[in-house]
């Protein structure tokens, strides 16, 4: 069974930054493209970023792109999400998840419905 668990959580202030983490199950980041999602309060989950295995091609949602970047360390078993330049509206409970293959599946960004394994999440609030 693949157990990813998040951390760096946190409250900050507009204009800050932050940065999640991801660990994973010995093993698990040789199999798997990741990605981050998030849920704002009120609003359906969406996709953040993706990341394939080998980090060679990287994809971010239009909200964060320029301001978030993905990276991984498959040795480590550990994804990360670096986050810049934190707005309110970025306040969001954020999931890693992990998606069989080298890729991020085709229907990344619109739903996570390839992605097969999911953390317990991480709040990640932002007051203006």
């Known amino acids: 069974q693949v157990q990813l668990v998040e951390s760096g959580g946190g409250l900050v202030q507009a204009g800050e930054s932050l940065r999640l983490s991801c660990v994973g199950s010995?093993?698990?980041?040789?199999?798997?493209?990741m990605a981050w999602f998030r849920q704002r309060p009120g609003k359906e989950r969406e996709g953040v970023s993706c990341?394939?295995?080998?980090?060679?091609?990287?994809s971010y949602t239009d909200p964060v792109k320029g301001r978030f970047t993905i990276s991984r360390v498959n040795a480590k078993n550990t994804l990360y999400l670096q986050m810049s330049s934190l707005k309110p509206e970025d306040t969001a409970m954020y999931y890693c998840?992990?998606?069989?293959?080298?890729?991020?599946?085709?229907?990344?960004?619109?739903?996570?419905?390839?992605?097969?394994?999911w953390g317990q999440g991480t709040q990640v609030t932002v007051s203006s």
């Open positions: 998840a992990a998606a069989r293959g080298l890729s991020c599946p085709a229907s990344w960004p619109h739903n996570g419905a390839d992605f097969v394994y």
């Open positions: 010995p093993g698990t980041f040789d199999h798997f493209a």
């Open positions: 990341i394939s295995l080998g980090s060679t091609f990287t």
